[in-house]
């Protein structure tokens, strides 16, 4: 069996990381919108339409299951795609919103991501469907340059953490969700700074949601990474995160509809 995953750009590289981990053996084939990068300044219509997109290219894999890597795409296109698509579509919001539900002590969660992913509330409003969670939110957009330059050591970036998490720390979280798919490569410099929230990677909450889904997923263990346009970020980030796997470019028109 196989397994799609889209995201606009390079973070979803660390989804498509723990999804091959956990499963090993899947055929996994994964769509970088490197061309139209970021999503979460775009309107809610061109972010569902991006989706489609992606999501009718990779089920020419005969994929088996798709995951929405990007969180924006999570949170505007999913119930689009769930409509669409005759598979299996797996967010990264809920796996993460479920995973700290279950490991709040005091109801009181954070949640961090791109300015698109925070004004859609999609965290919150799933958060607040499932108890009386107090949810603070915070759009943290300068993490994603820093990890796209690889400055997740950088002294700088201890300052901007600070700087952008001080507040909704100061309202007593013990969670905090990690809601865009770049800001687990800051997992362990968050972590440094306050050692008593625990930390939700919804790329890790991602595979292990669909884990216990049960799915059949053996394959031949084969691995493709697709890009839509060159990406210097997205080369450098892949060494890091997934290795050696040779990145494949296709022309944008081979998945636009207009």
Do not use: W
């Amino acid at each position: 069996m196989s397994i799609g995953i889209f995201d606009s750009g390079v973070g979803g590289l660390t989804v498509f990381k723990e999804i091959s981990k956990t499963f090993p053996s899947a055929d996994i084939y994964y769509l970088g919108d490197t061309a139209r990068v970021p999503y979460g300044n775009k309107s809610k219509e061109t972010i569902i339409r991006y989706s489609l997109e992606c999501a009718n290219y990779l089920v020419g894999f005969d994929i088996d299951i798709l995951v929405v890597a990007c969180n924006t795409a999570s949170s505007y296109a999913i119930n689009v795609l769930k409509d669409s698509l005759n598979i299996p579509v797996i967010g990264v919001i809920n796996p993460g919103v479920q995973e700290a539900v279950k490991v709040t002590k005091n109801k009181k969660i954070g949640v961090i991501g791109t300015y698109g992913t925070i004004r859609s509330n999609s965290y919150k409003n799933r958060l607040e469907e499932l108890g009386e969670y107090q949810v603070y939110q915070k759009a943290c957009p300068l993490f994603v340059p820093i990890v796209e330059e690889g400055l997740m050591n950088h002294k700088i970036t201890k300052l901007i953490i600070k700087e952008y998490l001080e507040d909704i720390v100061s309202k007593g979280i013990d969670t905090i969700i990690l809601g865009c798919t770049h800001y687990p490569l800051l997992k362990d410099k968050i972590k440094e700074i306050y050692p008593s929230i625990t930390i939700i990677d919804s790329s890790k909450a991602t595979a292990n949601y669909i884990k216990k889904l049960g799915f059949d997923l053996s394959g031949s263990g084969n691995r493709r990474i697709f890009i839509t346009d060159e990406s210097p970020a997205f080369e450098n980030l892949k060494s890091s995160v997934v290795g050696s796997i040779k990145l494949e470019k296709i022309e944008l028109s081979k998945i636009c509809t207009l």
